[in-house]
């Protein structure tokens, strides 16, 4: 089966975040969530970059619409725990990291039907 679109531009946009090209890694990971709004790899690799840009408010609401898109994911749940704490939000912080901690004990934050 040939690779999407999306998987194509996803793929570039882990090379330029690999040579250090965040600005370009997350111009590409927005074509991709732009392209799947359901794409969950692609919302969490751009809060990550936008977090390392430094653009943190942003990058929150992309780590929101992962951990909605996949409830049960330890990272993204830890990568938005350290969003909060990048915005001084240190409450949404450590509720977010209580859900990684029950994740990562084997637990689940959603029981899916």
């Not at 997350?26 to 809060?47: I, K, M, N, Q, T």
Request: charge should be negative.
């Amino acid at each position: 089966m040939p690779d999407s679109e999306r998987d194509l531009i996803f793929d570039d946009a882990n090379g330029a975040l690999a040579l250090g090209e965040l600005e370009e890694a997350c111009s590409l990971y927005r074509r991709c969530v732009a392209l799947d709004p359901e794409f969950f790899d692609g919302w969490h690799a751009l809060g990550m970059c936008l977090l390392k840009l430094g653009h943190v408010k942003e990058a929150i609401g992309c780590g929101l619409q992962a951990t909605t898109l996949q409830p049960n994911d330890l990272l993204a749940w830890t990568g938005l725990s350290q969003m909060y704490v990048r915005d001084g939000q240190i409450g949404e912080a450590e509720s977010a990291k209580a859900n990684a901690r029950i994740l990562s004990l084997g637990g689940k934050v959603v029981r899916e039907p």
